[in-house]
């Protein structure tokens, strides 16, 4: 073999080695299959899906969790931006919380660690843009109610008094619950022998490859739990409805943002890491039960996953960190059937009964 061929032989083996490109997708986390269901206390868990529920547990006994976290939704609530309590609203889309257990960051701005999620439920609580209650309150309420104090000493002990950062603890335990349930796509990410749909298995394969989501959505939640700019466009109702704007603001200055008023747009995890390198970067989203949980993105400004792909192929908006996919429509259309094929039907969730206060008052 002369010198240069010899040369190229090198180089080609090297680069079956290190040069494997995006379209390999190998150097990237794979997807995952759902892991079997977390281990939790039964008592705690029932006590948490009741307080899940409970309306009692803001401040003015207006709404529960369930009423921005809808079952029915996949625990998102169906609107592009949530509300917020009464007299506020807020400026991000309400996330699903089937499987939120798995997430390594929570909030779209990756603000809270995933392994903390008492942390979560007790902002929600107590943030006057979402449930506006005091711990003190709340845990002086649950005592006041006799069914419910049974069921916190059934969790806690019998003479256990209802406590703030407990009540965080169970409703945590509850989430814990909510998984996002088997799809075929597991069973082949399990290497069970299924037939996928043809255009699934297509847009499986695009997912991987040619289409380089896995780039960030991998692992077991489609979510490798960092932050990327898609360039995603702002919601109009921010700038003109002056609550959202109002609440944008109170949510900079919360988190100590520099110049805070000046900060009109959401800046996503700047406002935790306050580095202009994460201006416009939100947290890579789960991809399970997505056909529950539309519209999408941070800020709900795309209504269905046809408009999601579409944006991705496109190489996003300005500032984005995408690169143009060169799509045909067939392999978007390939794509959507894919992640439709990832969610599966909403698992059952019925509500507890609700309960009066003691009838006379009486404290026990
Ligand atoms: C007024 C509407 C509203 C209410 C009430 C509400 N939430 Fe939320 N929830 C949201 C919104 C909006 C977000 C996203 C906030 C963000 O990213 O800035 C969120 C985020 C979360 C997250 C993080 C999810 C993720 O994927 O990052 C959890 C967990 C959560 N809520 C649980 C709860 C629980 C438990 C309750 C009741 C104690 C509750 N929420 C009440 C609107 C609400
Ligand atoms: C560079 C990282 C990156 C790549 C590559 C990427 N995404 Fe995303 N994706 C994100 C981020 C970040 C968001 C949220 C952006 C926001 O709201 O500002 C997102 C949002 C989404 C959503 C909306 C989910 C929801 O609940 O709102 C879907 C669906 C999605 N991506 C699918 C895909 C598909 C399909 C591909 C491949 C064609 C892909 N993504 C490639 C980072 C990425």
């Known amino acids: 073999m002369s010198g240069w061929r010899r040369t ?59 009423s921005c976290h809808l079952p029915s939704r996949g625990y998102a609530d169906g609107q592009p931006l949530s509300r917020g309590y009464n007299g506020t609203e807020y400026f991000r889309n309400a996330p699903g919380l089937l499987s939120v257990r798995l997430k390594a960051r929570l909030m779209w701005d990756g603000r809270l660690d995933g392994a903390d999620l008492p942390t979560a439920v007790r902002d929600m609580v107590t943030e006057a843009h979402f449930m506006n209650a005091d711990g003190r309150l709340i845990q002086e309420r649950i005592r006041q109610i006799p069914e419910l104090l049974a069921l916190w000493r059934d969790a806690f002990g019998a003479q256990s008094q209802p406590y703030g950062p407990q009540l965080f603890v169970a409703i945590a335990e509850f989430l814990k619950t909510l998984d996002s349930g088997d799809t075929l796509v597991d069973r082949v990410l399990r290497g069970d022998k299924v037939t996928l749909p043809p255009a699934v298995r297509e847009g499986m394969a695009l997912f991987s490859g040619k289409g380089q989501c896995i780039r960030c959505h991998n692992g077991v939640l489609g979510s490798d739990g960092k932050a990327y700019r898609l360039g995603v466009p702002e919601h109009p109702a921010i700038a003109a409805e002056p609550l959202r704007m ?38 890579t989203p789960a991809l399970r039960g997505l056909t529950h949980t539309g519209p999408y993105m941070h800020n709900g400004v795309l209504a269905t996953l046809d408009d999601v792909v579409a944006f991705h192929d496109k190489g996003g908006g300005p500032g984005s960190e995408l690169q143009p996919l060169g799509l045909t429509a067939r392999e978007r259309t390939a794509l959507v059937a894919f992640l439709r094929a990832w969610s599966a039907p909403l698992p059952a969730m019925s509500e507890p009964p609700a309960y009066d206060y003691w009838l006379t008052g009486a404290a026990r």
């Open 8 to 66: 190229l032989g090198a180089v080609l083996t090297g680069c079956l080695l290190i040069c494997k490109g995006p379209a390999a997708g190998a150097e990237y986390p794979r997807l995952e299959p759902l892991p079997a269901p977390a281990t939790v206390k039964p008592a705690l868990a029932k006590l948490g899906w009741h307080l899940f529920f409970e309306p009692r547990l803001s401040g003015d006994g207006s709404r529960s969790c369930a």
């Open 246 to 283: 109002i609440t944008l603001l109170r949510h900079h200055a919360t988190m100590g943002v520099p110049n805070y008023m000046a900060e009109r747009k959401d800046p996503g995890t700047y406002v935790v890491s306050k580095q202009a390198a994460d201006r416009g970067r939100f947290v």
